[in-house]
């Protein structure tokens, strides 16, 4: 009996600590300003360009913007650093449009998803109007001299 209690008191804390470890992990990245919330879909097409929109591939997580790159977090992650890093200058924004079938289902209810291309790699992002408007000027107020494509 006592050997299942202490057991039992061994996993309530591990579930706590980790708890916490996560908490505190979403507050260090939040804390230097400049977060928001995006879900991404990586290589969203597989290459053919032509493949419909589905639910399937969306990874919910948190976007920082550090200088000219924006490093985007999974939010279900222990990990510190950032599992994407996008530069500024190699994003190139091929449209904008609202999820579509089951793809509303896997994101969040506001968001509006932006398909871009990021060194030949086609990704999409899922946010909120008032990020996506944020994203859209952070990539329009790039250095003088360096090219920007916002469709």
């Known amino acids: 009996m006592s050997l299942a209690l202490l057991v039992s008191g061994v996993v309530v804390a591990l579930v706590?600590?980790?708890?916490?470890?996560?908490?505190?992990?979403?507050?260090?990245?939040?804390?230097?300003?400049?977060?928001?919330?995006?879900?991404?879909?990586?290589?969203?097409?597989?290459?053919?360009?032509r493949s419909e929109p589905s639910g399937k591939g969306w990874v919910?997580?948190?976007?920082?913007?550090?200088?000219?790159?924006?490093?985007?977090?999974?939010?279900?992650?222990?990990?510190?650093?950032?599992?994407?890093?996008?530069?500024?200058?190699a994003i190139e924004v091929l449209e904008r449009r609202t999820p579509k079938g089951e793809e509303e289902l896997a994101l969040l209810s506001d968001a509006l998803v932006l398909a871009c291309l990021h060194h030949g790699t086609r990704l999409e992002l899922a946010m909120s109007e008032d990020a996506l408007?944020?994203?859209?000027?952070?990539?329009?107020?790039?250095?003088?001299?360096?090219?920007?494509?916002?469709?």
């Open 60 to 89: 919910y997580g948190v976007a920082r913007y550090n200088g000219d790159r924006v490093e985007w977090f999974r939010v279900f992650s222990y990990a510190f650093r950032p599992r994407r890093v996008l530069e500024r200058d």
């Open 16 to 49: 706590v600590v980790g708890l916490f470890v996560f908490g505190l992990r979403r507050r260090l990245i939040q804390r230097s300003g400049g977060t928001f919330d995006c879900s991404l879909r990586w290589s969203a097409d597989g290459g053919d360009g």
């Open 133 to 151: 408007t944020g994203f859209l000027a952070w990539l329009e107020a790039a250095p003088p001299g360096r090219r920007v494509n916002v469709a």
